[in-house]
């Protein structure tokens, strides 16, 4: 697999001018059918077949790619066709599932529109749905023929969707850099260099998903915040107006995992001080309850990275270091929910 940081309007061109494909595919939500459709729209086929979902997390679910589905079957696409995901991580994560499954697969590439799909969502291979409540519960790793970032296309973000991207680059640091952590927590999130930053994140995913394609052992550290992030996300999910976004709830795992970190004796106070203080700054506090912790909880028992009943956590062992399956306890849990929230 390929990922290329460049102009849509060469890079696109350049791939299509190299295949044979017999059809063209695109998928997009109403957002960027709108803002980013028309950047690309004169480098494809006259005949393309376009597909329009709805935005969002809420979406990403097997009704919708049913719907996917019934266009692709309707039109007899034939396993020549191309899919292109121009969008999010929702786009890319569930347009790549449906390309990967339709007729036992076809070709895809990821034209990744957010921040948090040009550094973390778009690279890697993994893709999936969410099912019944959990998050990316149904998936399969495949990779995409290619993936083209312009960073331009960050400038049809809003400011929270780009600040929730932001998370993913802070995680990569944490995990694999601590002179970048360095450089850019000295700044406000916005005074940073996204283009020299989205490199920056997709040089650091792209070694590790190398290194470990399967997520057998190194690239679990990818999931940095996740665990604890992700449950957090999937309970405010089915709660109406507090749901957040995924950077915004990789912030609070990302805090209540360095609090885990700390207690273990894993990182110092003074690096967890450091790191919760840039973070609370940066995203403010979600509102979490004590009496919603146990609920919490149990939506770890989900996580992809468990053996058995066991929990298991990629934990900071100083910043710039990070280690995975680690085994963690319903009371620590418990207590790095309460440190946030307290």
């Not at 004796?265 to 004590?290: D, N, R």
């Not at 910043?319 to 085994?327: A, H, V």
């Amino acid at each position: 697999m390929s990922v290329q940081i460049a102009a849509i309007s060469t890079s696109l061109p350049a791939f299509l001018d190299h295949k044979s494909y017999s059809s063209v595919i695109v998928l997009v939500d109403e957002l960027t059918q709108k803002h980013c459709l028309p950047k690309i729209e004169n480098f494809l086929p006259k005949n393309h077949i376009k597909v329009v979902i709805k935005s969002g997390e809420t979406n990403k679910n097997l009704t919708t790619c049913v719907k996917i589905w019934e266009v692709m079957t309707k039109a007899n696409l034939d396993r020549h066709t191309l899919m292109i995901n121009l969008g999010g991580g929702v786009i890319g994560d569930m347009g790549g599932f449906c390309a990967s499954t339709y007729k036992r697969g076809i070709d895809f590439i990821q034209i990744p529109t957010t921040l948090l799909a040009q550094v973390d969502a778009s690279v890697g291979g993994k893709l999936g749905i969410d099912f019944q409540g959990f998050k990316n519960h149904l998936g399969v790793f495949q990779l995409p023929k290619t993936v083209l970032i312009d960073p331009t296309f960050l400038e049809t973000l809003t400011e929270r969707e780009k600040r929730s991207g932001f998370a993913e680059i802070i995680k990569h640091c944490l995990i694999r850099d601590a002179t970048k952590w360095s450089e850019i927590s000295q700044v406000d999130w916005q005074e940073n260099d996204f283009a020299t930053l989205v490199a920056h994140s997709v040089a650091i995913k792209e070694a590790i998903v190398m290194e470990d394609p399967k997520e057998a052992g190194i690239r679990k550290i990818l999931n940095l915040g996740h665990t604890l992030g992700h449950a957090v996300e999937t309970f405010l999910l089915n709660q109406g107006k507090r749901k957040i976004l995924h950077g915004e709830a990789v912030a609070v795992g990302i805090i209540t995992e360095a609090y885990i970190s700390y207690e273990r004796g894993l990182i110092s106070l003074a690096e967890l001080e450091e790191i919760e203080a840039y973070l609370f700054a940066t995203y403010g506090k979600v509102i979490v309850l004590e009496s919603e912790i146990p609920e919490i909880i149990r939506l770890t028992m989900q996580d992809k990275k468990n053996l058995g009943n066991e929990v298991r956590f990629s934990l900071l062992t100083g910043i710039g270091d990070c280690g995975y399956d680690i085994p963690v306890g319903k009371s620590e849990m418990k207590k790095a929910l309460q440190y946030y929230i307290g």
